[in-house]
């Protein structure tokens, strides 16, 4: 089965336009796993301009689902992990000053950096997974990162779903037939939406789990939070 996990981004972004604590972050996530998520996320980044690092401290004692952790393995991303011991934290090259995630790692470039991180976090008890592009040769050289699983950067798939879904999910079949022969796990994230992500599933039924922020929460909008989380739920069944 392919868990959901709701990030709660967008949600620390609308409260942080009026500062206070409307919406409430933590009451949000909650409600999520009460409707159904089987996990929650969170992508607190440098300038903590969304999900704040306190937020992540709050909302781990509180987290009964799976809580994944995403960012750019920098000191003081490490440290926050290490103290607050997720699930799961994805590592993402994110710059300090970018608007949204928009690539994976060179994970060939990056493997001496990559390993010494994810052998502090294995250390710790804390399941690694490493955000990729598309390309079996990253995926593969993930697995010599001693990572427990990628994530699969799914933007490009979302952009060409339209003009032709068959070719646009095809580098990630791929790639995550690379990562099952590999024996990672695999995740993926970034753009799936109610459109798209029921094909994307239905080619790759052995996804671990999909994270879901920026479209699930404008659905929620005009679906409601509790409909539009089943709706994705069943996206992910068959």
């Known amino acids: 089965m392919t868990k959901l996990s709701v990030n709660v981004n967008k949600v620390a972004t609308l409260r942080n336009a009026r500062g206070g604590n409307n919406p409430d972050v933590l009451r949000?996530?909650?409600?999520?796993?009460?409707?159904?998520?089987?996990?929650?996320t969170v992508h607190p980044r440098p300038?903590?301009?969304?999900?704040?690092?306190?937020?992540?401290?709050?909302?781990?004692?509180?987290?009964?689902?799976?809580?994944?952790?995403?960012?750019?393995?920098?000191?003081?991303?490490v440290d926050?992990?290490?103290?607050?011991?997720?699930?799961?934290?994805t590592l993402v090259p994110d710059a300090e000053d970018q608007l949204t995630s928009n690539h994976g790692w060179d994970t060939r470039a990056n493997r001496a950096f990559l390993t010494d991180v994810i052998g502090r976090f294995r250390e710790a008890g804390i399941r690694t997974s490493i955000f990729v592009d598309a390309d079996p040769e990253m995926v593969a050289?993930?697995?010599?990162?001693?990572?427990?699983?990628?994530?699969?950067?799914?933007?490009?798939?979302?952009?060409?779903?339209?003009a032709c879904r068959a070719e646009a999910v095809r580098p990630f079949v791929d790639s995550a037939v690379?990562?099952?022969e590999s024996g990672l796990g695999l995740n993926a994230g970034h753009d799936l939406s109610l459109v798209n992500l029921h094909y994307f599933h239905s080619c790759i039924p052995w996804l671990d789990e999909v994270s879901i922020g920026h479209a699930l929460i404008c659905d929620a909008l005009y679906m409601g939070l509790d409909a539009?989380?089943?709706a994705y739920r069943e996206c992910l069944v068959g």
């Open 28 to 40: 949000v996530a909650l409600d999520c796993e009460k409707f159904g998520a089987q996990g929650i």
């Open 141 to 162: 050289a993930a697995k010599l990162c001693g990572t427990d699983r990628v994530e699969l950067y799914t933007e490009p798939y979302a952009s060409g779903y339209a």
């Open 178 to 180: 690379a990562a099952r």
């Open 80 to 89: 926050l992990v290490l103290e607050v011991k997720p699930t799961q934290v």
């Open 228 to 230: 539009t989380i089943k």
């Open 47 to 77: 300038d903590e301009r969304h999900i704040r690092y306190q937020d992540v401290r709050n909302l781990r004692p509180l987290v009964t689902t799976e809580f994944n952790i995403e960012g750019n393995p920098i000191d003081r991303f």
